[in-house]
């Protein structure tokens, strides 16, 4: 009941506060625009609006973050659906099956379920959260620890090599690849270079936004350019269809499962929405009936990967709110914002400022309501700019990303990376291997290695004691369980041509008809 | 504040005649670390405050990557006009030449302008520890070798090097675990994956007055107010006295009235109420020095991390 009353009375204070209602929509265009734009995000967002944030009450820089959180998350959807620019990380794995379903003409569902899903996960995670703030993330703090983070993430890459490429086999080396990739740079444990080749640049390691650029964007740009100039060029029929509610209804479980896997990775210091989508996605390969659809146009994969960066906003409000503890980039600038008004977040905020925290939440469920119906308007019209000939398109993809990889971190090298992956990417695609697999790798290889190192450190480079934790033990068991049963029982792929790139393969089998 | 305005007049009335009217147009300041860390938020806050102290805008610009040394090369590497400078940290000043080969070595290969800020480091623990102050954790560390984890916001970073430093001096086998930064291992040392972490008091303690850590240890030259009963690392017996600092670069060969125009404004900034107020917020002590002052620390600084990076086998 008090649930209630303090909803209601959050909702009153948002909506009889004029000033709060611009910076609410302003928000919400600002993450959405950000969001979609590759190379800024919501983080450059939040960091131009961060000086201005002295001049705002508390309240309203607080909440205006936490729509920008919402609406940042889902605004780079679209652009990997339709174009197949991820306009953020964590879009990055909605391309892996929605670029493929905008081949198939069917651009409207893929957006359609995007927006959906995100609003759904949005609205979920934002009412779990204001049910069950401080418990949940003094418990995840206490059982969730580096041993824990690369037992999951094992377990999430376990599955990786089923997704997108035409054999098992070439599944598992796009993974592989991907996770050399992911080494390149300062080793995480004793600070050594590795592939770096005297080059300092390189010590940073190579960065995911430009790769995912290249990998995707780029490497498509050249694969349909073959096309064109080989006239077997068709151009993807327009579907503007929303999906069915009984589609919906299909994919129930796949929905409650990546909002549950959403929330819980928003909750976790370091993991936050772009894992959380990664993740997701891969439980849903795990957990389909055929897992070989999956990176060719299946409409599970662009619920999975939506649903959960949604969800996890809410979850990553928690410990910022419950113990002053912000698990990424964005809710550290939130503490920054709590920081220059002087107040600390942690319990003493959820009692001395519940105006703050309850406009906030109801914020962010306001902002989950209002993504809905901008992005059932965007299905209708957004998906019209496919009208535009490919031959045209592509000089602007070209652009749009290689500004996107410099302004990521203002350096001429991540340009480079972006068209080399953009190369590499198109002859993998060809052969048959996975982008998406090597994508993967190179997330989840990164934040997997960091773990595994500061575990062994922890547990004193005995490697047995992953098996003295139960979490650890469960996940590294099952993960392995998944390996193997995955060689002993190959996932059936499709019988088409290795040479052709299984998404465009899918994608003209489907144009055809 | 008269006294500060007459200072500019009159250094105006200075540059003037020199011939390049500095500046005519608006300044790059590159934030080697990404938007909305600590440095990021500090030349932000400088920016915004010295609109008020130089005539043409302080634009900043991140350039991220490779613990700062990516945009602190690009600093040096400028044209040594005064429309490219760096903000920049101690750690990347002076422990990252010394661990690799970059466009800049020691304090003479650029040059320093204003230090800007100070940020205290302190050994904290959770709340239900059961050591009472540092002396009580050294000895039980003393007693089980290797046993105690201490965690650092990685490696190679000041707080690192302060770790060493102490394990150095007192004999005592602390395991050390890096994270990727604060924000990582303090939920690590509350959820009790660590026994101790190494950090700055603004991260701290929020925490501390939450009733969830303690701060055993100060690695500064007396008590801080912040945590009064946690003895200083002198008063142990080990003299490590060692922050970390924020200042103004600009390329080698930059003219010296630009630095000393640029060093003025940002000296002023400093006081402005809205900074000060930034600075009290966050946890960042304001300590300004001139440009030769802050080459001496620096010079003490680099000195002082040598022999600690080649002990350590960090020298690639």
Not at chain 2, 24 to 51: N, Y
Not at chain 2, 103 to 109: C, F, R, S, V
């Amino acid at each position: 009941m008090e649930l209630l009353t303090n909803f209601a009375s959050g909702f009153v204070h948002l909506f009889s506060d004029p000033l709060a209602l611009v910076y609410f929509a302003l928000g919400l265009l600002g993450g959405l625009v950000f969001g979609a734009i590759p190379g800024v995000n919501m983080l450059t967002l939040g960091a131009v609006l961060l000086p201005f944030t002295a001049y705002m009450s508390a309240t309203h820089a607080i909440m205006l973050y936490s729509v920008i959180y919402v609406s940042g998350v889902y605004g780079g959807a679209v652009t990997a659906i339709l174009f197949n620019i991820p306009g953020s990380p964590e879009n990055a794995p909605t391309a892996f099956d929605g670029y493929p379903m905008t081949q198939q003409g069917r651009a409207g569902k893929a957006v359609g379920a995007a927006v959906t899903c995100s609003a759904l996960g949005g609205t979920a995670s934002a009412v779990v959260m204001m049910a069950a703030t401080p418990i949940v993330a003094d418990w995840a703090i206490h059982t969730f620890g580096p041993q824990e983070i690369f037992a999951l993430i094992f377990f999430g890459l376990s599955v990786a090599a089923s997704v997108g490429a035409s054999t098992l086999w070439k599944g598992w080396l796009s993974v592989l690849l991907g996770l050399l990739l992911a080494t390149v740079g300062t080793d995480p444990a004793g600070g050594l270079h590795r592939f770096a080749f005297g080059s300092y640049y390189l010590l940073a390691g190579i960065n995911f936004i430009p790769l995912i650029l290249g990998f995707f964007a780029v490497a498509e740009v050249f694969v349909q350019g073959e096309r064109l100039v080989t006239g077997r060029y068709r151009a993807p029929r327009i579907g503007l269809d929303f999906p069915t509610l009984l589609e919906f209804w299909r994919l129930k479980l796949a929905m409650a499962r990546s909002f549950v896997l959403g929330f819980f990775s928003g909750v976790l210091p370091g993991i936050g929405a772009t894992l959380a989508a990664f993740m997701s996605y891969n439980e849903a390969v795990r957990w389909s009936s055929h897992p070989e659809r999956f990176g060719k146009g299946e409409l599970e994969g662009v619920v999975a990967s939506e649903t959960a960066n949604n969800s996890a906003t809410g979850g990553a409000m928690i410990p910022l709110l419950a113990l002053g503890l912000p698990g990424g980039a964005l809710t550290a600038m939130m503490m920054g914002v709590f920081q220059l008004h002087g107040m600390e977040p942690g319990p003493l905020v959820l009692v001395n400022s519940r105006d703050l925290v309850w406009v906030t939440f109801v914020a962010m469920f306001a902002a989950n309501v209002c993504i809905f119906l901008l992005g059932y308007l965007e299905t209708k019209t957004t998906v019209h700019l496919l009208r535009i000939p490919f031959r045209l398109f592509a000089p602007a993809i070209l652009l749009l990303s290689t500004v996107g990889a410099y302004a990521l971190r203002n350096l001429i090298v991540d340009v480079w990376v972006m068209f080399g992956a953009g190369v590499l990417g198109y002859l993998l695609r060809r052969t048959g291997y996975s982008v998406a697999g090597i994508v993967l790798g190179v997330i989840l290889g990164d934040l997997g290695e960091a773990a595994f190192v500061k575990s062994m450190q922890l547990m004193h480079y005995d490697v047995l004691g992953f098996f003295s934790r139960p979490v650890a033990a469960i996940l590294l068991v099952a993960g392995l369980g998944t390996i193997v049963l995955n060689l002993v029982r190959p996932p059936r792929f499709t019988t088409e041509p290795a040479p052709a790139a299984a998404v465009s393969t899918a994608a003209e089998g489907a144009t055809k008809s | 504040m008269m006294v500060l305005r007459l200072t500019l007049v009159l250094l105006l009335a200075f540059a003037v005649p020199a011939g390049a009217e500095y500046p005519e147009r608006p300044v790059t300041l590159i934030c080697p670390f990404p938007a909305g860390g600590a440095m990021d938020i500090v030349a932000r806050g400088l920016s915004e405050a010295m609109k008020k102290t130089f005539p043409k805008p302080v634009a900043v610009v991140n350039r991220a990557g490779a613990a700062g040394t990516i945009g602190n090369a690009e600093v040096v590497q400028a044209k040594p006009d005064g429309y490219t400078l760096g903000i920049s940290a101690v750690a990347v000043l002076t422990v990252q030449p010394q661990l690799t080969d970059l466009p800049y070595k020691g304090p003479d290969t650029y040059a320093p302008i204003a230090k800007l800020v100070n940020l205290a480091i302190v050994l904290a623990v959770r709340a239900d520890a059961p050591w009472k102050d540092g002396d009580e954790f050294l000895r039980a560390a003393r007693q089980a070798p290797g046993k105690l984890r201490v965690s650092s916001p990685g490696i190679g970073t000041i707080l690192h090097l302060i770790l060493e430093d102490l394990k150095g001096r007192t004999k005592v086998d602390l395991t050390h675990v890096p994270f990727r930064g604060n924000g990582e291992a303090i939920p690590a040392l509350l959820g009790g994956h660590v026994e101790a972490s190494i950090v700055h008091p603004g991260e701290i303690v929020p925490h501390v007055q939450a009733g969830r850590a303690r701060v055993l240890l100060v690695f500064e030259t007396k008590r801080d107010p912040l945590f009064p009963d946690a003895p200083t690392a002198r008063e142990l017996g080990h003299d490590i006295t060692l922050g970390v600092y924020y200042l103004l670069i600009a390329p080698r060969g930059t003219p010296d009235a630009i630095v000393q125009r640029v060093n003025q404004a940002a000296r002023a900034a400093l006081e402005a109420p809205a900074f000060v107020t930034l600075a009290k917020n966050r946890g960042f002590d304001i300590d300004y020095k001139g440009p030769e002052a802050i080459t001496q620390e620096l010079w003490l600084s680099y000195k002082t991390f040598g022999p600690i990076i080649r002990q350590l086998g960090l020298k690639k």
